[in-house]
């Protein structure tokens, strides 16, 4: 099982990144995949998921409305789209998989991908 992790950058205040997760090795319709970051010299944290087989999504407070997570079936591929990119939005990205357990929590993610560095200038 991997996630590959992948579209960070440096991107202005105001700006947009798009982050890509790819998953292989098995099939995850079943599964919830989340978008967890960590920015340096704090605790990772929940950014936002998806239900992979509906679709169904979910965001952390500090994201809702400026982020928007998708997913392409075809491409066994979800998305974190990033507008209004703030500078507290710095971080390392992760993408992870899940199942069963809640959306939140990291303790219920089994499968994690390798990270991606958004970097958010002012």
């Known amino acids: 099982v991997q996630l590959q992790a992948f579209g960070g950058g440096l991107v202005q205040a105001g700006g947009s990144l798009r982050l890509s997760c790819a998953a292989s090795?098995?099939?995850?319709?079943?599964?919830?995949m989340g978008w967890f970051r960590q920015a340096p010299g704090k605790e990772r944290e929940f950014v936002g998921a998806?239900?992979?087989?509906?679709?169904?999504?979910y965001y952390a407070d500090s994201v809702k409305g400026r982020f928007t997570i998708s997913r392409d079936n075809a491409k066994n591929t979800v998305y974190l789209q990033m507008n209004s990119l703030k500078p507290e939005d710095t971080a390392v990205y992760y993408c992870?998989?899940?199942?069963?357990?809640?959306?939140?929590?990291?303790?219920?993610?089994?499968?994690w991908g390798q990270g991606t560095e958004v970097t958010v200038s002012s």
């Open positions: 090795g098995r099939t995850f319709s079943s599964y919830r």
């Open positions: 992870a998989a899940g199942y069963p357990g809640t959306y939140y929590s990291d303790v219920d993610y089994d499968y």
């Open positions: 998806i239900r992979w087989s509906i679709g169904s999504t």
